[in-house]
């Protein structure tokens, strides 16, 4: 019987990498289960709703909160994001692994609501290629650059509270660890 924990967090800067990585894993094994964030931000080109977020506004994020169907919640960037506590629940209630693409303050909500859950921090080989990764993705203007980038400092401060770093260097690499820890392959 396995014995790893069933809720993995995956966290790291923003432009890392962790949406590519995550999208690479699920092409080769589809039957990973990622959760789908709310959020404030307004979608990017080839962004669908209910597929890499559930796209809604203000009032309708504060409902969430105020009914309690958030797992955890954050303001990123000056957009706000959260985890829908019910599919999450579902998942877990029938043993299946859940993954939560999430930024560092829900990792750490995460850590105070299930201690079990496994925290897995994605680091980019050095703080320039972070910096051209996210320039070079061309989806956010150069202010919104500069204000993940100041929220990067932070959060790679903050790497010694995670389980386990990967270090995104190769995309194969990275998806490969990810799925051992998992539990997948
Ligand atoms: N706390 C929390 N953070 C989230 C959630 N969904 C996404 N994020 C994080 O919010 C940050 C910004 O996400 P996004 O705007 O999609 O930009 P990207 O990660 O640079 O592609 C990233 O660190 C995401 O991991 C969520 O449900 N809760
Ligand atoms: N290992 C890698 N080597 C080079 N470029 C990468 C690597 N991983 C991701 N990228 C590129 O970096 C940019 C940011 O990746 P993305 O997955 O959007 O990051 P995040 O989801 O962490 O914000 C994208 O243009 C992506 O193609």
Redesign the pocket.
């Known amino acids: 019987m396995s014995e790893r924990p069933r809720l993995t967090v995956l966290?790291?800067p923003?432009?890392v990498g962790?949406?590519t990585v995550v999208a690479h894993m699920r092409q080769q094994h589809p039957e990973v289960w990622l959760?789908v964030?709310?959020?404030t931000?307004h979608p990017r080109p080839g962004e669908k709703d209910g597929v890499h977020?559930h796209f809604v506004d203000n009032d309708e994020f504060e409902k969430l909160i105020a009914n309690g169907e958030l797992l955890?919640?954050?303001v990123?960037?000056g957009?706000r994001?959260?985890?829908p506590r019910a599919a999450v629940q579902e998942k877990l209630e029938r043993g299946e692994p859940v993954l939560?693409?999430?930024?560092l303050?829900?990792a750490r909500q995460v850590r105070e609501s299930m201690p079990e859950a496994q925290l897995v921090f994605l680091a980019p080989p050095s703080w320039d290629e972070l910096v051209r990764r996210?320039t070079g993705r061309g989806t956010e203007a150069q202010d919104v650059i500069d204000q993940?980038l100041a929220a990067a400092r932070v959060e790679l401060a903050a790497e010694p509270e995670f389980d386990t770093t990967l270090v995104n260097t190769s995309v194969e690499q990275v998806a490969a660890e990810l799925l051992a820890l998992l539990g997948v392959a």
């Open positions: 966290s790291g923003s432009g962790k949406s959760s964030s709310a959020t931000r977020y955890e919640s954050a990123f960037a957009n994001y959260g985890t939560l693409e999430i930024d303050q829900g996210l993940r």
